[in-house]
Protein backbone atom coordinates (compact mmCIF):
# COMPACT_ATOMS: atom_id res chain seq x y z
CA UNK A 1 0.00 0.00 0.00
CA UNK A 2 2.65 2.20 0.84
CA UNK A 3 4.39 1.37 -2.39
CA UNK A 4 0.93 2.21 -4.46
CA UNK A 5 0.76 5.59 -2.60
CA UNK A 6 4.24 6.58 -2.96
CA UNK A 7 3.47 5.88 -6.90
CA UNK A 8 0.02 7.44 -7.33
CA UNK A 9 1.65 10.42 -5.46
CA UNK A 10 4.61 10.56 -8.02
CA UNK A 11 2.13 10.41 -10.81
CA UNK A 12 0.34 13.56 -9.56
CA UNK A 13 3.51 15.51 -9.34
CA UNK A 14 4.63 14.39 -12.53
CA UNK A 15 1.19 15.61 -13.53
CA UNK A 16 0.99 18.70 -12.03
CA UNK A 17 4.84 19.14 -13.60
CA UNK A 18 3.76 18.51 -16.89
CA UNK A 19 0.67 21.09 -16.74
CA UNK A 20 2.90 23.85 -15.49
CA UNK A 21 4.94 23.15 -18.35
CA UNK A 22 2.47 22.75 -20.94
CA UNK A 23 0.88 26.15 -19.42
CA UNK A 24 4.81 27.15 -19.62
CA UNK A 25 5.05 26.51 -23.10
CA UNK A 26 1.59 28.46 -24.12
CA UNK A 27 2.57 31.44 -21.85
CA UNK A 28 6.27 31.72 -24.21
CA UNK A 29 3.85 31.30 -27.67
CA UNK A 30 2.40 34.20 -26.92
CA UNK A 31 5.77 36.12 -26.26
CA UNK A 32 7.43 35.20 -28.55
CA UNK A 33 6.00 38.05 -30.48
CA UNK A 34 8.77 40.93 -31.25
CA UNK A 35 7.67 44.25 -30.22
CA UNK A 36 8.95 47.10 -31.83
CA UNK A 37 8.88 50.88 -29.51
CA UNK A 38 8.17 53.55 -32.45
CA UNK A 39 7.56 57.03 -30.67
CA UNK A 40 5.32 59.35 -32.79
CA UNK A 41 3.68 62.98 -32.17
CA UNK A 42 -0.17 62.98 -32.42
CA UNK A 43 -2.94 61.53 -33.15
CA UNK A 44 -2.89 60.55 -37.14
CA UNK A 45 -1.50 56.53 -36.39
CA UNK A 46 -4.36 54.71 -38.83
CA UNK A 47 -1.98 53.40 -40.91
CA UNK A 48 0.15 52.01 -38.25
CA UNK A 49 -3.25 49.61 -37.43
CA UNK A 50 -2.49 48.13 -41.36
CA UNK A 51 1.13 47.36 -40.77
CA UNK A 52 0.66 45.57 -37.56
CA UNK A 53 -2.02 43.60 -39.49
CA UNK A 54 0.55 43.22 -42.51
CA UNK A 55 3.24 42.37 -39.81
CA UNK A 56 1.49 39.90 -37.90
CA UNK A 57 2.51 37.14 -40.29
CA UNK A 58 6.35 37.46 -39.17
CA UNK A 59 5.39 37.73 -35.58
CA UNK A 60 6.39 41.43 -35.09
CA UNK A 61 4.31 44.50 -33.47
CA UNK A 62 4.57 47.78 -33.57
CA UNK A 63 3.96 49.65 -30.12
CA UNK A 64 3.35 53.43 -30.54
CA UNK A 65 4.77 55.75 -27.76
CA UNK A 66 2.53 58.74 -28.06
CA UNK A 67 4.92 62.10 -27.88
CA UNK A 68 3.47 65.58 -27.07
CA UNK A 69 6.49 67.59 -28.69
CA UNK A 70 8.94 67.23 -31.27
CA UNK A 71 11.82 67.51 -29.06
CA UNK A 72 11.42 64.46 -27.19
CA UNK A 73 11.20 61.53 -29.68
CA UNK A 74 14.92 61.48 -31.25
CA UNK A 75 16.14 62.42 -27.44
CA UNK A 76 14.56 59.35 -26.53
CA UNK A 77 15.43 56.83 -29.49
CA UNK A 78 19.13 58.37 -29.06
CA UNK A 79 18.81 57.42 -25.20
CA UNK A 80 17.27 53.67 -26.33
CA UNK A 81 13.89 54.25 -24.47
CA UNK A 82 12.19 53.54 -27.98
CA UNK A 83 13.33 51.32 -31.14
CA UNK A 84 12.86 53.50 -33.89
CA UNK A 85 10.51 57.28 -34.04
CA UNK A 86 8.35 58.25 -37.41
CA UNK A 87 7.17 61.55 -36.35
CA UNK A 88 9.94 64.51 -38.55
CA UNK A 89 11.16 65.11 -42.50
CA UNK A 90 14.36 65.05 -43.50
CA UNK A 91 15.10 68.11 -42.73
CA UNK A 92 13.81 68.26 -39.23
CA UNK A 93 16.22 65.39 -39.08
CA UNK A 94 19.48 66.33 -40.36
CA UNK A 95 18.60 69.78 -38.21
CA UNK A 96 18.07 67.90 -35.16
CA UNK A 97 21.54 65.62 -35.52
CA UNK A 98 23.55 69.21 -36.12
CA UNK A 99 22.31 70.52 -32.78
CA UNK A 100 22.81 67.59 -30.42
CA UNK A 101 24.90 65.01 -31.95
CA UNK A 102 22.79 62.39 -32.13
CA UNK A 103 23.59 58.70 -33.50
CA UNK A 104 20.35 58.25 -35.67
CA UNK A 105 19.68 57.73 -39.61
CA UNK A 106 16.83 57.11 -41.44
CA UNK A 107 15.91 53.59 -42.34
CA UNK A 108 12.93 54.35 -44.79
CA UNK A 109 10.55 56.97 -46.05
CA UNK A 110 6.81 57.35 -45.49
CA UNK A 111 4.85 60.36 -46.27
CA UNK A 112 4.46 63.99 -46.91
CA UNK A 113 2.60 65.96 -44.80
CA UNK A 114 1.73 69.66 -46.50
CA UNK A 115 2.35 72.67 -44.96
CA UNK A 116 -0.92 74.73 -45.31
CA UNK A 117 -1.98 78.21 -44.28
CA UNK A 118 -4.96 77.96 -42.62
CA UNK A 119 -7.38 80.97 -42.15
CA UNK A 120 -9.07 82.67 -39.65
CA UNK A 121 -12.39 82.40 -40.93
CA UNK A 122 -13.88 85.85 -39.41
CA UNK A 123 -11.25 87.85 -40.66
CA UNK A 124 -10.43 86.65 -44.05
CA UNK A 125 -11.50 84.09 -46.79
CA UNK A 126 -8.40 84.30 -49.14
CA UNK A 127 -5.00 84.61 -49.59
CA UNK A 128 -5.41 87.82 -51.17
CA UNK A 129 -6.91 89.49 -48.01
CA UNK A 130 -4.12 89.66 -45.80
CA UNK A 131 -3.13 93.07 -45.06
CA UNK A 132 -0.60 95.30 -43.28
CA UNK A 133 -0.43 94.43 -39.54
CA UNK A 134 -2.07 90.89 -40.12
CA UNK A 135 -0.51 88.67 -37.63
CA UNK A 136 0.42 85.21 -38.88
CA UNK A 137 1.69 82.40 -36.53
CA UNK A 138 4.46 79.77 -37.89
CA UNK A 139 6.00 76.92 -36.07
CA UNK A 140 8.93 77.69 -33.80
CA UNK A 141 11.66 75.59 -34.66
CA UNK A 142 14.25 76.23 -37.39
CA UNK A 143 13.26 73.90 -40.43
CA UNK A 144 9.77 74.00 -39.90
CA UNK A 145 9.74 77.53 -39.63
CA UNK A 146 11.71 78.32 -42.22
CA UNK A 147 9.60 75.90 -44.50
CA UNK A 148 6.72 77.99 -43.64
CA UNK A 149 8.42 81.35 -44.43
CA UNK A 150 8.77 79.79 -48.24
CA UNK A 151 5.31 79.19 -48.27
CA UNK A 152 4.30 82.86 -47.47
CA UNK A 153 6.73 83.55 -50.03
CA UNK A 154 5.39 81.65 -52.58
CA UNK A 155 1.94 83.46 -51.32
CA UNK A 156 3.53 86.02 -52.53
CA UNK A 157 3.58 88.39 -48.89
CA UNK A 158 7.28 88.98 -48.72
CA UNK A 159 10.79 87.81 -49.89
CA UNK A 160 13.75 85.72 -47.85
CA UNK A 161 16.75 85.70 -48.71
CA UNK A 162 17.81 83.24 -51.20
CA UNK A 163 21.15 82.74 -49.69
CA UNK A 164 19.22 81.17 -46.51
CA UNK A 165 18.20 77.83 -48.75
CA UNK A 166 15.28 75.88 -47.07
CA UNK A 167 16.11 76.97 -43.82
CA UNK A 168 15.97 81.18 -43.15
CA UNK A 169 13.93 82.78 -40.69
CA UNK A 170 12.19 85.80 -39.95
CA UNK A 171 15.17 88.12 -39.78
CA UNK A 172 16.08 86.68 -43.28
CA UNK A 173 12.44 88.93 -44.94
CA UNK A 174 14.09 90.88 -47.35
CA UNK A 175 11.25 92.61 -48.48
CA UNK A 176 7.68 92.99 -47.74
CA UNK A 177 4.77 92.85 -49.99
CA UNK A 178 2.30 93.28 -47.18
CA UNK A 179 3.43 93.86 -43.94
CA UNK A 180 2.33 91.09 -41.70
CA UNK A 181 3.51 90.44 -38.21
CA UNK A 182 5.14 86.94 -37.88
CA UNK A 183 4.42 84.67 -34.69
CA UNK A 184 6.41 82.14 -33.49
CA UNK A 185 4.94 79.10 -31.49
CA UNK A 186 5.36 75.42 -31.28
CA UNK A 187 4.08 73.67 -33.79
CA UNK A 188 1.20 71.49 -31.83
CA UNK A 189 0.02 74.91 -30.43
CA UNK A 190 -0.68 76.93 -33.71
CA UNK A 191 -4.55 75.66 -34.13
CA UNK A 192 -4.97 76.74 -30.76
CA UNK A 193 -3.50 80.13 -31.66
CA UNK A 194 -5.80 80.58 -34.72
CA UNK A 195 -8.56 82.76 -32.96
CA UNK A 196 -5.96 85.03 -32.40
CA UNK A 197 -4.26 85.80 -35.81
CA UNK A 198 -5.39 85.91 -38.87
CA UNK A 199 -3.90 82.68 -40.54
CA UNK A 200 -1.37 80.43 -39.07
CA UNK A 201 0.46 77.98 -40.60
CA UNK A 202 -0.01 74.36 -39.81
CA UNK A 203 1.09 70.78 -40.84
CA UNK A 204 -0.91 68.10 -42.21
CA UNK A 205 -0.02 66.24 -39.24
CA UNK A 206 -1.60 68.78 -36.01
CA UNK A 207 -3.86 70.17 -38.93
CA UNK A 208 -5.37 66.61 -38.44
CA UNK A 209 -5.09 66.64 -34.67
CA UNK A 210 -7.31 70.05 -34.20
CA UNK A 211 -9.81 68.53 -36.59
CA UNK A 212 -9.49 71.14 -39.38
CA UNK A 213 -10.03 69.87 -42.93
CA UNK A 214 -7.23 70.47 -45.63
CA UNK A 215 -9.47 71.76 -48.10
CA UNK A 216 -12.21 73.40 -46.72
CA UNK A 217 -10.29 74.89 -43.46
CA UNK A 218 -6.77 76.34 -45.44
CA UNK A 219 -6.60 79.05 -48.11
CA UNK A 220 -3.03 78.05 -49.32
CA UNK A 221 -1.04 74.92 -49.83
CA UNK A 222 2.42 73.79 -50.21
CA UNK A 223 3.67 73.02 -53.59
CA UNK A 224 4.75 69.10 -53.02
CA UNK A 225 5.37 68.23 -57.16
CA UNK A 226 9.17 67.03 -56.92
CA UNK A 227 9.13 69.06 -60.77
CA UNK A 228 8.62 72.22 -59.30
CA UNK A 229 9.79 72.34 -56.08
CA UNK A 230 13.25 71.53 -55.46
CA UNK A 231 12.98 71.23 -51.23
CA UNK A 232 10.22 68.43 -51.69
CA UNK A 233 13.03 65.98 -51.26
CA UNK A 234 13.37 67.12 -47.41
CA UNK A 235 10.00 67.77 -46.76
CA UNK A 236 9.48 63.52 -47.04
CA UNK A 237 8.60 62.12 -43.32
CA UNK A 238 10.87 58.86 -42.65
CA UNK A 239 11.29 56.25 -40.05
CA UNK A 240 14.33 56.41 -37.85
CA UNK A 241 16.76 54.25 -36.36
CA UNK A 242 19.66 54.41 -34.09
CA UNK A 243 22.53 54.41 -36.89
CA UNK A 244 23.69 51.25 -35.33
CA UNK A 245 20.50 49.22 -35.80
CA UNK A 246 20.17 50.22 -39.17
CA UNK A 247 20.30 47.11 -40.65
CA UNK A 248 18.38 45.33 -38.12
CA UNK A 249 16.51 43.08 -39.60
CA UNK A 250 12.91 42.87 -37.62
CA UNK A 251 13.08 46.77 -38.49
CA UNK A 252 13.44 46.44 -42.22
CA UNK A 253 10.45 44.65 -41.68
CA UNK A 254 8.38 47.57 -40.42
CA UNK A 255 9.45 49.64 -42.99
CA UNK A 256 8.51 47.03 -45.90
CA UNK A 257 5.24 46.52 -44.11
CA UNK A 258 4.81 50.41 -44.11
CA UNK A 259 5.57 50.85 -47.83
CA UNK A 260 3.26 48.90 -49.42
CA UNK A 261 -0.06 49.65 -51.63
CA UNK A 262 -2.20 48.21 -48.36
CA UNK A 263 -0.53 51.27 -46.47
CA UNK A 264 -1.12 53.93 -49.08
CA UNK A 265 -4.59 53.21 -49.46
CA UNK A 266 -5.11 53.49 -45.37
CA UNK A 267 -3.73 56.64 -45.49
CA UNK A 268 -6.04 57.81 -48.33
CA UNK A 269 -8.70 56.85 -46.45
CA UNK A 270 -7.77 57.92 -42.86
CA UNK A 271 -6.67 61.58 -43.73
CA UNK A 272 -8.76 62.51 -47.18
CA UNK A 273 -5.22 64.06 -48.72
CA UNK A 274 -4.33 65.54 -44.89
CA UNK A 275 -1.11 63.21 -45.95
CA UNK A 276 0.44 61.78 -49.05
CA UNK A 277 2.52 58.41 -49.78
CA UNK A 278 5.55 59.46 -50.68
CA UNK A 279 8.44 56.21 -50.31
CA UNK A 280 9.51 55.06 -53.94
CA UNK A 281 6.75 53.96 -56.05
CA UNK A 282 4.00 54.86 -53.75
CA UNK A 283 2.61 57.52 -56.95
CA UNK A 284 2.42 54.12 -59.12
CA UNK A 285 -0.30 52.66 -56.80
CA UNK A 286 -4.25 52.59 -58.28
CA UNK A 287 -5.95 53.95 -54.40
CA UNK A 288 -9.18 53.36 -53.90
Known sequence: ????????AAAVAAGILLSVTL?????E??????????????????QWDTVNQ?????????????????ATPNRALSDKEIDLNSFQHKAYLANDIKRNG????????TLIAPLRVFNNKTKIK?????????????????????????????AGLFTVNPDK?????????????????????ESGMLANLLPDVTVAVINGGNAFTAKLDPYKDSIFSENVDPKTNPYVGQLVNIIVAREAD????????????YQTQETAQAIKDAYKGAFVPAWAGAQDYKLK
Open 1 to 8: MKITFAKS
Open 23 to 27: AGCGG
Open 29 to 46: EKSDVTVVKIGVVGEYNA
Open 54 to 70: LLAKDKIKVELVKYSDY
Open 102 to 109: YKIVSIGD
Open 126 to 154: SIEEIKDGDKIAIPADLTNGGRALKLLEQ
Open 165 to 185: GFVPNKTDITHFNKKVQIVEA
Open 246 to 257: KDNAVYKKVVAA
